[in-house]
């Protein structure tokens, strides 16, 4: 026991880092050490409070051991080697991000002394840890990064000095200490530019470093070691930072036209001081591959990456232009090739070849895509590469005796160009013919290859307005058959995804597979449950979607493949290592869930589902696999939207039990399913007093504990659900419980109007439930701070608030609520108090009323736009002589921009359209008042009214009488309204019956007397 608690001993950790520095202990030990430290340093570093209810404070490192170890830890990674160094590294970050600058000014000192050091030794160590500071603030807004500012001030001239003093000396230590100078440059840059401290002069030295490093030679030597191997040299990873530099600063900072307006100024500087002389190097490094000479995949992707920002502009597309065939041809397409690796890694293991053509992370380092989407900006701005580059695939695909691997090449670029080529008039037509003549062939070819590529083809090319449906038949049927015969799983993919494409754009095509919709649903879920790759999950969500009727037979079995697939991944010992797997397993969740909403109207379908979804459900709580969490609250919801079986009010007591822990974090996702309980079955729910103890408990804690004010509002809308969803059911016990615990939560700081509205409101509703019942408890409860009852209190916030009331739902209990208050007859002293404010409060909420139900009729105005005519050739091709100047683009970054600084500006609120705030985030949760034939409270309030004028002439009198002639008007036009709303329901209810419609325009009556005489009328 004692062992496990050691790290709480004062002076532990400094221990750690002195075994962790010393060469006299053994290397295994010393790693070991430092792995534990970075844990204890993430975890136990920051100071945390003690959770609520809890008295002891968490265990935190002791100020004393914080102290030593920011004296020491510098210097330990500057003595370390590589793999302790990058541990310790870890522990830098964590501690910078909680004590630079507040408590640790003085890391900056240590480090630039480290770096004027005359022993070079400590230099890769201090500009790690100088890597460390910059990136603590690298994803930060400019005006949170004055800490670095102040620091770069000093460190930027130095390390630039001492990269220019590294450039000749091509050793392995000294090109490591260039790369890790230009990692630092590029955290510093790569989010924001700070202009303060890069002005012109200094900018055209950095510029003047990254071309150099650009283009000096790789030492020869390097060629002896194995092609596969290259990339991770370090000459080759300096020249990688250097072209991810510029490219970056190009794309975001340097492109005139395409930046925020900041950077105008500097755009145009950057654009015609360096653009073409680094696009120059660029052009020279390109030729190299040209002529088969080595060039790292990354590099050579981020040299594509910058061309394909220098084909918008002329001044660079110039320089280019002469160049483009070649590149296009001999430098992009053969990037776009099948290669010898792909064909290595489809033979060794088709499964890892899958999850590399997929992986959106390799997408940001391929070549090949780099090279796909150079050729696609080219074709698309500039006119001359289109024609050039079709003529060249025709060529290759018309060869009956040329290679295969160039065919899949010409088939990929097409593909990639598929809707640029779609909307010229000159290629539209040919492209179903270059279909049935090129691709259909392919899918009978012996190479896997080439048949994967037929399916993506047609994939590229589900748009196509087919002119003969023989041909769109062949393509469904053929991707069909490679779905369900292939032998060869990339295949199978390619095939899936195509499928699904083809019947989401192509009517036709949808009725053509109508037929086969069970075998290929099943070869579906075979796939996905052998390759365990989510976009096929989408494809079977697109599916599911498309044949909601035929889905209704099938749906029990693909529930059950989706839930032992599931299973699998879940319990595969390689689960938690593997980010795909997470996906995947999300992607099967939310497939099972759009399975139970396709077949909701179908009872007796989802009784067979719920059993198969709740050992999906059991697994996950029982293995506490917490991001899945919010997923299977999601198919408990679905699985309660009509009936609560037996089994389902099970799984509230278990989700209880489970959540205990982790109530505050998923009680927002956790709301549907509870409103479900609640309302699906209102009687079941209070036949059992242990459901409404659970759910009462989940609220209270959410209210008591610090979860946070969204989740709040979402615990007291519950209750208010429960009080109106309950009215006239018998639960006056529950009453005091509810108001208390909201009324409670007022007391305590309270930042946003939404959460002390909503505490108000479920007082409001328990006012509706029983007058006399919530007067008794707001008279019985007092707090620690007064010993006074709790009634005033309550009603001077709730007239203080009126105004914060939006949205139906609320104002309408608002509304009802203060009727009810003014017709009492038993009312408490402080209503009297407030009785100015009671009719003017009841006007603006009418007033705000009327606009919501305004806003809720249907807007069809705009719902037939008209479409643009397909016919028309779209072109966004430039002159030559012209730059690309996104006018769109560059709006959206300014009202991006521009969102920004209102999101900033909390406190000025003149600028919100109150319109759109008549839909509040929690009127989804349906109560019985927002039913259509619910009461109606301007009925309530008028009858409330004349009641009051009947039956006490002076509440009355005192209650009107501060009434302007405006406000008198408008109260006229409530009553007006009332009689309307009163004959339309009525007229609308024989209607239904079949008879006989009211004039519901007819005259009304006046009915309020406003004369100085109480009782006249």
Known sequence: MGTVKSYKIINFAPTLLQIIV????????????????????????????APPGEAMLPFNIHENDRQQIRDNIVEGIIQSPDLIRSQLAVCLRAIIKYDFPGRWTAVVDKIGFFLQSPNNASWLGSLMCLYQLVRTYEFKKAEERDPLIAAMQIFLPRIQQQIIQLLPDASHWSVLIQKQILKIFFALVQYTLPLQLVNKQTMTQWMEIFRTII???VPSETLQVDEDDRPELVWWKCKKWALHLVTRLFERYGSPGNVTKEYNEFSEFFFKTYAVGIQQVLLKLVDQ?????????RVLQQVLNYLNQGV???LTWKQMKPHIQSISEEVAFPLMCYKDEDEELWQEDPYEYIRMKFDVFEDHVSPTIAAQNFLYTAAKKRKEVLPKMMSFCYQILTDPSGDPRKKDGALHVIGSLADILLKKNMYKGQMELMLQNYVFTLFNSNLGYLRARACWVLHSFCNLKFTNDLNLRNAVELTKKSLIEDKEMPVKVEAAIALQTLISNQDQAKEYIKPSVRPVMQELLHIVRETENDDLTNVIQKMICEYSEEMTTIAVDMTQHLAMTFSKVLQSDAYEEIEDKTVMAMGILNTIDTILTVVEAHKEITLQLEGICLQVIGLVLQKHVIEFYEEVLSLAYSLTCQVISPNMWQLLGILYEVLQQDCFEYFTDMM??????????TDAFLSNPKNVEIIYNLCKKVLTGDAGEDAECHAAKLLEVIILQCRGKGIDQCIPLFVEAVLERLTRGVKTSELRTMCLQVAIAALYYSPMLLVNTLENIRFSHSAEPITAQFINQWMNDTDCFLGLHDRKVCIIGLSTLMEMQNRPEAVDAVAAQILPSLLLLFLGLKRAYASRAPNDQNENGEEANEDTEENEEIPSDEDDIREAGQQYLEMLEQHQVQDDDEDDDDDWDEDGLEETALEGFSTPLDEDNSVDEYQIFTSALLRVQSRDAAWYQTLTAPLS?????????IFTLTEQRKNEAESK?????????FDITAPVPTAFNFGATPGDN
């Open 289 to 297: 591959y040209r002529q088969k000479q080595y060039v790292a995949p």
């Open 312 to 314: 918008n502009h002329s």
């Open 672 to 681: 549907p399913l509870l409103h479900n309980y609640v309302t699906v079955d």
């Open 215 to 217: 283009d000096r030679d």
């Open 965 to 973: 002639e405006d406000q008198k008007k408008q109260l006229q036009e």
């Open 989 to 997: 209810k024989i209607e239904g019956q079949g008879g006989y419609k």
């Open 22 to 49: 010393s060469d006299q202990v053994e290397f295994p030990v010393r790693q070991a050490a430092a792995i534990y430290m970075k844990n204890m340093v993430t975890q136990y570093w920051p100071d945390r409070e």
